[in-house]
């Protein structure tokens, strides 16, 4: 008989032991669901009260259609992709599936009608097949043997290809390009958005987003904010601040290597996309000619974010100083908000969306999972921030004194194509 003689002599015994203890510790660590009391009543409620808007409605209850806007994608076969098959359909159907703002995409002929399988009854797709590969784009083509060049020097050659790199940087391009198209055919939208095919991983409730109502009330915070004109806005959503030595980062330094920008979805009124589309292949092209890496689009939209800070506004799921900030619980600073990095969707949705969106993501933290029960998860709401413009995060990093460094590089008339 040692320090082990309470434990039971026989295994099936330390078996059962060994279940009542794990059961104990279940019944502990996760109070909402075999406890009574408040917490179980609404964890309760959350899961009946789950359902999905048949429409999203605005905040007065009406349709918002009052703002047209477009949603710009592309999907392109890539040789060296990071997700299978499987993963790009669950996500185009959560896309294409269930957005009901209208969506331009460009692919090439032979996906097409994979595509178009994906898109909702009745809702508006436009397929575009001019190009083949986004290498063939006017501001990218006859750049390949540059690319190549740049893949060599590129950090992360090993996960990257220079298909890839023309994926990213084609975005500015595809956005605007669908913008025209439309207006050829008479369509005029009062936004437009690249939104990436790939971007709505999981179940979501929303269903007319981004809203417009909230898009609106975006732009005239933004300008008010900012001093500049609605129609020169461009929303980018963003990660963190850039370094404090970036404050002494001037125009010949080249594109800047940070998690500051996020790519993903970007955009703004036709005029702010063909501005953002000249200035992107003005500073690509000048910096391609210096020998400087341009793969990563990110890179590149941070440069602009500090030569041109007066025209961005933004939304920062990690800003430290967010008031919405939430006070207790060692979790997240907003609460259960899913993937954090898409976190703008939320942000971008009508209240009522929202609502249904906490719903679905406390339902999701709080419900019984047989792998990763033990862990803990947030189970707080997620809250709802405030918009940011560019120059006050960068005021906040670099200090108050910090002026955008002096802009050499001219913007041509129109996108520059060899
Ligand atoms: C909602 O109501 C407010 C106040 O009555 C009004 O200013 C706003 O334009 C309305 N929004 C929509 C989308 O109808
Ligand atoms: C699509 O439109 C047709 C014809 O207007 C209509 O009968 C059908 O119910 C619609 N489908 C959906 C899912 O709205
Ligand atoms: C539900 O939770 C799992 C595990 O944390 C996560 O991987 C998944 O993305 C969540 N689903 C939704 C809809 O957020």
Redesign the pocket.
Known sequence: MGPLRYLPPTLRGKVTLAIVVALLYYIMATPTFILGGSNSTTAQRERLSIQRPEDDL???G?L?D?KRILLVSAMFPLRKSKHSTAEYDRWLRHYLGEITTDIYLFTTPAMEARIRAFRGENLTLTIDTTYSSPLEIPPLKGKETQYKKMHAKDRESSIHSIELYAVWNAKPFFLDAAVRSLERQGSKYDFAFWNDAGSFREEHRYRQWPS??KVQEVWDEGSRLTGTSHEDLVFFPMWSAPHGFNAQWTENMGPIDAEFSEGSFFGGQPNAIDWWARTFYAYHDHYLSYEFFVGKDQTLINALFLLYPERFITVWYNDPHTPARLAEGDGSLLGQCSNEWFYYQFWLSNTKTKEAMRDLWIYNATKWRIWGWWRPKDTRRCADTRMVTIKDVLRRTFGDNWKPPLRRVEIPERVDAE
Do not use: L
């Open positions: 605005g905040r007065n009406t918002e009052s417009p109502a």
